[in-house]
C-alpha cells in the first residue's frame, strides 16, 4: 500500500511530522483553482499600494508553521492523500471556514486558528466526534465559545520570533508615539470621539506622533517605525490576539491601549441579546504599558504612561508569555491530545 511520501504509516514520535490543512480567504469561483490566481493577484495589488498581503488568519498559520518547524517537525500543508492513507493520523484544520466544506477525512483533527467569529455560525460543529478540540487565542474568546462548544474549545495564541522583533529600546528615538488605527466600524463617529481628541491631546503636550492606518502600510515600513518610536498608541475595538501590538511589545516598545471592554463587531447582534466582554489587548500585563476606555480618560492613561515609560518590560513579557517555542509546544500538546 501507498502512504503518500511514507512507505508505512505515520508515527508521530518517530516521523516529527504534522499535517495542516489550510485555506485562505479566497475560495474557487468560476474554475477549480483560480483563487490561486486571485490571491496571486491581490498580493501584487497590495505590494503596488502598499499594503497588507497577507490576512490575519494567514499571518496566524505562517506563524504556527514556523513554530512547528522551529521544533523540529516537517508540516505537511494541504496532503489529503497522506492523510487519508494514515485515518488514525490527527491533523490539524485552519483558516477561513470554507476549508471545511465537504470535508471527508476521518482524522482526528485540532480545528484553528481561525474558522469562525462566533460559535452560532455552526453551533453544531463540534458534535463530530472527529474534531477533538476548537482552538481560540485569547480568554475571552474561550468564554464566548466555551458556551456552546464547553470543554473542547481550549487556548492557542501565535507567537512571536524575538530574532525578527528585535529589542528596538537603544535605538536613536524621534517619535514619541506610533498611533496605530485599526478602528473598523463607525469610523466616522469614532474619528470625532476618540481619535482627533487624543491626537489634540498629544499635540497640546509637544509630543511627536506618526499615525499608521491598518491595512495600508508595507511590513517593513511597521519595523522602521518601531526602531523610531518611544511608544505606541494602539487603537482597535477589539482583539482576538492582536498580533501587531505583540509585535511592538517584542522590540520592547511599550503600549497605550484603548480598551473598551466589548465586542463591537455588528455581527454580534445575530447572536447576543446583551453586550459580550472582549478586550483590544488579550494577552497584556502592567509591564507592557497602560489602558485607557475613552477620550475622557486617555489624559490620566497618558500621564501614568509619560511617568513610567522608561520602566515598561514588554519584550520580557513577549518572551515568557508569547514566544514561538512555546506556541509551537502548545499546539503540539492539542494536536497530540487529538489522536488519544
Same mark, same amino acid.
Given at each position: 500500500m501507498a502512504w503518500g511520501a511514507h512507505r508505512r504509516p505515520l508515527d508521530l514520535a518517530r516521523d516529527r511530522t504534522v499535517l495542516l490543512f489550510f485555506e485562505d480567504i479566497e475560495q474557487d469561483t468560476l474554475v477549480r483553482n483560480d483563487r490561486h490566481l486571485r490571491r496571486a493577484l491581490r498580493k501584487l495589488y497590495h505590494t503596488v499600494k502598499r499594503g497588507q498581503t497577507r490576512s490575519g488568519f494567514g499571518v496566524a498559520f505562517t506563524l504556527l508553521r514556523r513554530a512547528l518547524e522551529s521544533l523540529g517537525y516537517r508540516v505537511?500543508?494541504?496532503d489529503h492523500r497522506l492523510a487519508r492513507h494514515n485515518p488514525a493520523y490527527p491533523v490539524g484544520v485552519a483558516g477561513y471556514p470554507h476549508v471545511?466544506?465537504?470535508?471527508t477525512l476521518p482524522n482526528p483533527a485540532v480545528l484553528g486558528p481561525g474558522l469562525l467569529d462566533h460559535p452560532g455560525l455552526a453551533p453544531?460543529?463540534?458534535?463530530?466526534?472527529?474534531?477533538?478540540?476548537?482552538?481560540?487565542?485569547?480568554?475571552?474568546?474561550?468564554?464566548?465559545?466555551?458556551?456552546?462548544?464547553?470543554?473542547?474549545?481550549?487556548?492557542w495564541y501565535a507567537g512571536l520570533d524575538l530574532?525578527?522583533?528585535?529589542?528596538?529600546?537603544?535605538?536613536?528615538k524621534d517619535v514619541d508615539f506610533v498611533v496605530y488605527d485599526k478602528i473598523r466600524w463607525d469610523r466616522d463617529g469614532r474619528a470625532a470621539s476618540l481619535v482627533r481628541p487624543l491626537l489634540a491631546r498629544l499635540e497640546?503636550?509637544?509630543?511627536?506622533?506618526?499615525?499608521? *492606518?491598518? $491595512? %495600508? @502600510?508595507a511590513h517593513r515600513e511597521y519595523q522602521a517605525l518601531l526602531r523610531r518610536a518611544r511608544g505606541l498608541i494602539f487603537l482597535s475595538e477589539h482583539e482576538t490576539q492582536g498580533i501587531a501590538y505583540q509585535e511592538a511589545m517584542a522590540c520592547n516598545v511599550p503600549i497605550l491601549a484603548w480598551a473598551n471592554g466589548h465586542w463591537l463587531d455588528p455581527q454580534r447582534t445575530l447572536f447576543e441579546a446583551g453586550p459580550v466582554a472582549a478586550t483590544s489587548v488579550p494577552h497584556f500585563s502592567d509591564q507592557c504599558g497602560e489602558t485607557f476606555a475613552g477620550a475622557d480618560d486617555f489624559g490620566p492613561a497618558l500621564d501614568r504612561?509619560?511617568? *513610567?515609560? $522608561? %520602566? @515598561?518590560?514588554?519584550?520580557?513579557?513577549?518572551?515568557?508569555?508569547?514566544?514561538?517555542?512555546?506556541?509551537?509546544?502548545?499546539?503540539l500538546e492539542h494536536y497530540r491530545s487529538a489522536s488519544r
Open positions: 505537511v500543508v494541504n471545511l466544506r465537504e470535508w453544531a460543529l463540534m458534535e463530530d466526534p472527529r474534531f477533538r478540540s476548537y482552538l481560540v487565542p485569547s480568554d475571552w474568546m474561550k468564554a464566548l465559545f466555551g458556551r456552546v462548544y464547553g470543554s473542547r474549545c481550549a487556548l530574532e525578527q522583533w528585535p529589542d528596538c529600546a537603544a535605538e536613536p497640546e503636550r509637544g509630543l511627536t506622533v506618526t499615525v499608521l *492606518r491598518y $491595512g %495600508s @502600510y504612561f509619560l511617568a *513610567r515609560r $522608561g %520602566s @515598561y518590560r514588554p519584550r520580557r513579557y513577549v518572551a515568557e508569555h508569547l514566544s514561538l517555542e512555546l506556541s509551537g509546544q502548545k499546539y
